[in-house]
Structure formats: C-alpha cells, structure tokens
C-alpha cells in the first residue's frame, strides 16, 4: 500500500502535476472515442473474423436425405389456390377454415383471438395454429414451423402458407420427430405473431404443448413458384440473438442444395473486405433499429423467450426463370426441421453474442465488445475532467453548487419521464401534434434557459456536465453487454457533445485571435446541439429510412423547401410515431423509445443548459454605495476576494 500512497503523492500531491494531468483527460477522451470508431474497420479484416462451424455435433445438418418432392408439390400447388381464395375473406371465417385444414391432416388445432387497445387504436386478428405431438416425445418439447398471413412487406405470404401446411401435412408420415411440432399461421408477423407466444407462455391455450426449442419462420410471397435468392432474418428485439449454430445449420444446408444465401440484403463476399465491412454496419443498424417501426421478419416475436429462430425469406422471380422452386424451398424447411429435432437439448453449444461479416464469418462477443466500451469510456473519462475542473477551487459555496447542479441534473431526468410517460398516455392520433409542438419549442429552448436559470459560476457548469457525462458513459458501457448495436449507434451520436460542447466563460479576449477563437468555438457548440436533437433526428430517420423521400436541393426556394416537410408529414408522419410507440407498448422494445427520454433527451436537454446558461461574470458590473458588487458581501482583504473569484472562472 505504501507504494500507492508514493504514486498518489507523485502523481497528485503537486498542484502543478495535478493540474497537467487533468488537462490531458480532453485528449485522452478524444484518443478513445477514436479508437472505438476505428475498431470497427478493423474487425472486416481477415483475420479479425472467423469461419462459421457447428458446435453442436447432434444437428446433424444435411446429414438426413430429404423426400419433398414429387407429388408434394401438387399438394402446394392446391393449398396455393385455396389460399387465393381466402385472400379477402374476414379473419375469422380464414381462420376456421385453415384450422379445418389442421384437423384434417391429423393435427389438434385452435384458433387465438388476439387484441390490443389504447384509446381508439386498436390491433386484432385471428390466429390458427395445430400441434403434432411426436411418436416418440413425452410432449415436454417441441418445435415451431410459423408462416404468418402477411410478409414483412405486408403482402400475401401465398406461397410460404401453402408450403407450411403442405410440409405440416407430409411431417405426419413419419415417426421420427422426438419434439412435438407446431404449425403457427398468425394474422401477422409482428403484433399477432408475439401476442400468441406471449399468451402461449402465460395463459392456458386450448391446445399446447412443450417448451419451444427452436423455429424457422417462412416467407414466401407472390404466386411465383420461384425465386432467385435466400435473405436470412436472424436480429432478435433489445439485441437478442439466435444461436449461432441455428444460423450454421440453415446455411449448411443452403450450401449442400446450392441455394444463393444472403445476410441483410448484401450478397456479401467472404474474401472481399468492402462487402464484409458494408454486412458488418448493416446488421449493426439492423439489430439496433429492431422494431422500431413496421412489421418485422417474423422470428423478433420469438427473442426474450429463450426460442431460437430465423426467418427464411425468399425473394420471389420476376419472369419465372429463377434457378430454384418451390420444393427446394421445402426440402430446406424439412432438413432444418429434422436437425432441431435431432438437438438432445436446448441450444447452447456456439455463441449467442455475434456480428455476422457474411453468411460463413463471424466475429465474437471478445472481438468487437472493446469498440463500445472505448467510446462509453470516453464520456466517463470527459465527465471526470469537468469534475475534476469545477473542483479545482475550495470555497465554502464548493458543496450547495455540487448539491444545486445535482438537484438541477436529476429535474431534467424527471422532466424527461414524464414527458415518456405522457407520449405512452395518449392516444396515437395527438403523437404528431406533440412532436410539432416540441419542434417548435426546441429553436427557442437556450433562450428560455437563458432567461429562466439565474448566472451561474462556470465551475457550477462544468458540474452538471460532469453529471450527465458520468451518467451517459455508464449507462453506454452496461448497455454494451446487452445490446452492443444501439450502444455503439447512441455513442457516436452522442460524441459531439461530449468532445465539442464548451460552456459559456468570462474570459476576457482582448485580441482578435482569441475573439476569433471563441466564436468558432461557441459555433461549433451550437452545431453539435442542433446535430444530436432527439426529435431532429427521429424526423430525419422518417424522411431518409421509412419515407425515402429526396430532399430538395439546397438552392431552391424556402417555399420548395416548406412544400416539401408538407408532403412529408401529417397522417404518415403520425403513424410512424404510433409504431415507435406501439413497439414499446406491445411488443416491449425498450431498446429505443425508452432510452430517447430517459438518456437521450435529458443529455440533450442538459447540454442547453450548459450551452445557455449565462456565466457569473455576466452580471451588472455595477457597484453599491460602498463599492461592492449588489447581494456581495464585502470582505477584509480584496486581494482575497480578488484570488477568489478568479478561482471559479476555470477555461476549457
């Protein structure tokens, strides 16, 4: 210990030493903030990445030959041509009719009414879903084969219904299955699909069965009979991901059949850095953005649950000359089948923290963690230096401004819930008007600021920046571990803040330089708060990712420019914010609203503040009678007072 307290005194016993290290924690946040963005163009290369395997030896993958074939495919065939038929009858009566279907072939089957309610927004829908329970099971496992209504793009999953039931009817040929298997056609992939697994787990169903241990969701649109590609879906909600060996096995068997494989619409290369990197920050953006908005692939309702499954999305043909049909799409579905019900217990063998490069490298958990962990450690480390700063001085009034900064600090995080707390409140329809009101507020903000919070000391500023940065750099590195995508996406978004945000002083600048200087710092300032504006931001992720519009040309006209956010926002504008907020309500995405009130605006919301808030030299100047400054108390040494209130002007 002795040795400690030597360092300790070495390194801080000195003021001058103390104060040389501090200014270089700026620097050394910078330093790391650069790192974590430059791992990422690290882990694309070669030998950062490792080659997909199965880890667990009883999948068996593609080891079994399959019999989907042949006369099969006039059973499709015929379901495809029911399925028509049903195209625009009411749920319920399709519903009777598919569980019709179910009994027919040997299934017990059962119908699941589903509704969510808020106000007058209201989900319903039927779904239909029939157990075969296994010859040689004890019904405390089975296995999911889920080929919901509507795909992903909210068309007619015609060919994926009519290949699920098809194979559900040619799976009760045989007595291999170990796991009971269920046949699940929900009304949708999203709401309909993960109010059945949530009812599944928690109320009594009419039919049931085991603990689900793995599943493969189907979808195959259009009437086309093939298709020219294979994209796998695998990002779960709030980060979950499936095994990694779930994903090896379907692409173990798409290799064995020749099938084309893709990961996040990118047919990616494995010896070709460009296409691995481009997979790399897709599935980032993918697992971060999970939910958010829209209808999913379908295997996100099974993330939380302890199911491991992946959507086999097929792309359908355009002229009907893909090289691959229908029934190579079922033998896929059949031999993935087959090798979860082989498991001899839960998936558990390869990882369940990855980043796919392409459909055959990975990288792990203990690869691409540091990345998120450099940049949180960066926010604690700038925090620690704006404390470090504001603690510089040892006044009497050091301790109320730690407790006042406190106080303000925790105000702006519960000013911030209850603002989550009233957009989850109220209906759908008023999300719109509430995030316009807020968008006209937020120009004006600083002002308000500025005229409602008194002058402040600068060491008071530096304060509750050390609050909120201390705060944001832990709560980055525990969601790390959790959901390493959203962590590394609000880290980078947050970095302006963080690194370019400097607080009003009272410097005084008598050159033009140093005058200079702090007009391109108070510029900079202003451009990283408008830049990391949570609703600024959402509004541009409507227009570039859901709308897809173009933006005008920066030389048009304002009144081009007005038409444009016109056409851009009203009805469409107000469902995108119903589905962010349905997300949380119903499916339990706390990975993205919550976290925008509770960390994102308050940080946000904070660094107003310090970006508006007038410091102390900025009061009147002028005296009392007696020569003092008003509401000053006068002293017995104005070298003292001199010293210090020279102490609390502390420069960035």
Known sequence: MAIFHTLRRMLFGNRGTRESLVSLLPGFSVVLTLAGLAWLFVLPMQDQSRRTYISENALLPGQAHTYFHGSEEHIVRAFKAEIRLLKD???????RTMQQWLSDIGYKSATHNWSISHYDDIKAGVNVYGVLHAPRGDTTESMILCAPWLTRNEVLNESGVAIAIALARYFTRWSIWSKDIILLIPSDPSFGLSKWVEDYHYTSMPVSSGSIQGGIVL???GESGTFEKLEIFYSGLNGHLPNLDLINTVMLICGHMGINVI??????SDE???????????GIAHQALSGLYGPGAGSEAFSGWRIDAVTLAATPSRNGYEPYDQMVYGRLVEASMRSINNLLEHFHQSFFFYLLLSPRRFVSIGTYLPSAMLIGASFTIKGIYHWM????????????QAISAFWLFMSIVLFSVGMFSLSAWIPSSMLASEAFVVMAVTPILPIIIRLLIPPKPVSYIHKIQSYILISVGLFLTTLGTLNFSLSLMLGLMFAPLAHFLSPNTNTPTATLIGHLQRVIRKTISYIAVVASCPWLDIYLYYLIAVKESEFP???????????????????????FLGGM?????ALGVWSFVPVIFVVWFPFWLASCVVLSVRPL???????TGDGQKPGVESSSSPTTDHKLNSKYFVQI
């Open 263 to 268: 990961v996040h619409n990118i047919d990616a």
């Open 617 to 623: 030299a900025e009061v009147d100047q002028s005296t």
């Open 272 to 282: 070709d850095y460009k296409s691995r990197a481009t997979t790399l920050v897709t």
């Open 581 to 585: 907020m349905w997300s949380w309500r």
């Open 389 to 400: 700063t504001s603690s510089s001085t040892k006044t009497d009034g050091m301790f109320d």
């Open 89 to 95: 009858t009411p749920d319920l009566e399709r519903a």
């Open 553 to 575: 040309h920066p030389l048009l006209s304002i009144q081009t420019v007005r038409d444009f956010i016109a056409t851009t926002s009203g009805d469409e504008f107000s469902k």
């Open 219 to 221: 979808d195959f649109p």
